[in-house]
């Protein structure tokens, strides 16, 4: 099974179609996210495989001067909010995600302590101390080669340790900083646009409500 198969839509899918509901284009909606258009196409193109139809329609010229809207499927999903929207049991784990446990803790925003210096900012509730596992899909984490604005709440730092074929166009690329490492799946046209190679810096943005809970560690 390949990593974009996975039947789950991502809050950042969600985000991505209420950019292009609002611009009216795939290239801005895109870009006011800070992703390329080449990995917004991926990721409309994956929503249409997992409903199993189009989440939008593109018409170029005419008298609507032509632009990317969306279509029932695509307001739909829109509609059902941030989620994350799953088509699979919530504790179900996907190859390739980053795996992470510590304790929750409310103040001063909810988040995952997992260890000195690093902390996982989380939407879900939990008793003050308790012990927990997180994950976060490769699908939920977007890679940039520089610092930008965003409303995410994670915002890691580092290193990219590796970048690894999963498929037709895919790669996984893994971005450490001391102990810890995310991974991100990326396209082969994001990855040459970025300039993204191993050893260059990177940083990779989670929102908080991408963060998932998983019922115990996975092996």
């Given at each position: 099974?390949?990593?974009?198969s996975?039947?789950?839509v991502t809050?950042?899918?969600i ?13 801005a909606?895109?870009?006011?996210m800070?992703?390329s258009?080449?990995?917004g ?5 994956r ?8 989440v ?12 990317t809207?969306l279509?029932?499927?695509g307001w739909?999903?829109l ?8 088509f ?20 001063p ?17 939990a ?7 997180v ?5 939920a984490?977007l ?14 730092v580092g ?42 810096p990177?940083?990779a943005?989670?929102?908080a409500?991408?963060?998932r ?7």
């Open positions: 099974m390949t990593l974009d996975e039947p789950y809050p950042i899918d985000e991505l179609l209420r950019h292009v509901a609002r611009t009216g284009s795939l290239a909606g895109a870009r006011a800070g992703m258009r080449d990995r196409v991926y990721r409309l193109d929503l249409r495989r997992i409903g199993r139809g189009p939008v329609r593109t018409t170029r010229g005419g008298r609507s001067f032509g632009g809207r279509t029932a499927l739909r999903l509609k059902l909010g941030s989620g994350p929207v799953r699979d049991r919530s504790s179900r784990v996907p190859t390739g995600s980053s795996q992470f446990s510590g304790t929750w803790h409310a103040a925003h909810p988040h995952v302590r997992v260890g000195a210096g690093f902390e996982i900012a989380v939407a879900f509730a008793e003050e101390g308790e012990t927990v596992s994950v976060l899909d490769p699908e984490v890679l940039a080669s520089r610092r930008f604005a965003s409303s995410a709440r994670n915002v890691f290193t990219i340790r590796s970048i690894r074929a999963t498929g037709p166009g895919l790669a996984l690329v893994t971005v450490g900083w001391g102990r810890h490492a995310v991974r991100a799946l990326v396209t082969d046209g994001a990855i040459r646009e970025l300039h993204l190679a191993r050893g260059r990177a940083v943005y989670v929102k409500t991408a963060v809970r998983v019922a115990r560690p996975t092996p």
